[in-house]
């Protein structure tokens, strides 16, 4: 089970604000490359400025929770409205891999994760190889797999219910330490999820 599973009710809620920005010129890639842009930014000043002031971090949600709504936006602009290309399908992954990875970094700069910093990275590394492995689904004869129970919407919720938390608190307990570990065991599983999944379609 994934919070995927509910993008088809995120989306109908989007459907008219989709339309006006159709009317309005903007394009798929556009959103794409935005979203993007805005992560990293964003990644970057956090990782910066938010061990000085933790109630930066309440930025964190907000934007994920925008983010997830471009991330919509795009795919439907794509779809209903004749979008669709091969510069399109490489932006769509490339981008959700680096701002994936953009906003998980700040977290390696926070207590009490700075301790053990590896676990964050090795959480965007598996981050990024769960959503190549559900892009391979395609090349093997599968769809595109969104299988759980770690995938791009799982993560932005925890990250984002975690920031959250430290900007209203201001700290974090020590107990947390374990966080990114267990997230990391959960994205190894979401990949070999996709993989046996992915495998089983296309047989």
């Given at each position: 089970?994934?919070?995927?599973?509910?993008?088809?009710?995120?989306?109908?809620?989007?459907?008219?604000?989709?339309?006006?920005?159709?009317?309005?010129?903007?394009?798929?890639?556009?959103?794409?490359?935005?979203?993007?842009?805005?992560?990293?930014?964003?990644?970057?000043?956090?990782?910066?400025?938010?061990?000085?002031?933790?109630?930066?971090?309440?930025?964190?949600?907000?934007?994920?929770?925008?983010?997830?709504?471009?991330?919509?936006?795009?795919?439907?602009?794509?779809?209903?409205?004749?979008?669709?290309?091969?510069?399109?399908?490489?932006?769509?992954?490339?981008?959700?891999?680096?701002?994936?990875?953009?906003?998980?970094?700040?977290?390696a700069v926070l207590a009490p994760f700075d301790a053990h910093a590896v676990w964050v990275g090795v959480f965007?590394?598996?981050?990024?190889?769960?959503?190549?492995?559900?892009?391979?689904?395609?090349?093997?004869?599968?769809?595109?797999?969104?299988?759980?129970?770690?995938?791009?919407?799982?993560?932005?919720?925890?990250?984002?219910?975690?920031?959250?938390w430290l900007g209203l608190a201001g700290t974090l307990p020590a107990a947390l330490a374990w966080l990114f570990?267990?997230?990391?065991?959960?994205?190894?599983?979401?990949?070999?999820?996709?993989?046996?999944?992915?495998?089983?379609?296309?047989r």
């Open positions: 089970m994934s919070l995927y599973a509910l993008k088809p009710r995120f989306q109908a809620l989007l459907r008219p604000g989709v339309r006006v920005l159709h009317r309005m010129g903007v394009t798929a890639n556009q959103v794409t490359v935005f979203a993007c842009a805005v992560s990293v930014a964003l990644g970057a000043w956090l990782f910066v400025a938010a061990p000085a002031n933790p109630a930066l971090m309440l930025a964190l949600p907000v934007w994920l929770f925008l983010r997830m709504a471009l991330n919509a936006v795009d795919g439907m602009l794509a779809r209903e409205f004749g979008q669709q290309s091969r510069l399109g399908a490489y932006l769509n992954e490339l981008t959700d891999v680096l701002a994936d990875a953009a906003l998980a970094l700040p977290f965007v590394v598996l981050a990024g190889a769960s959503e190549f492995a559900g892009a391979l689904g395609t090349t093997v004869g599968a769809t595109r797999r969104y299988d759980g129970p770690m995938g791009k919407s799982d993560r932005a919720f925890v990250l984002g219910a975690v920031a959250l570990p267990a997230l990391s065991a959960l994205v190894a599983l979401t990949i070999a999820r996709r993989v046996r999944n992915g495998l089983a379609e296309a």
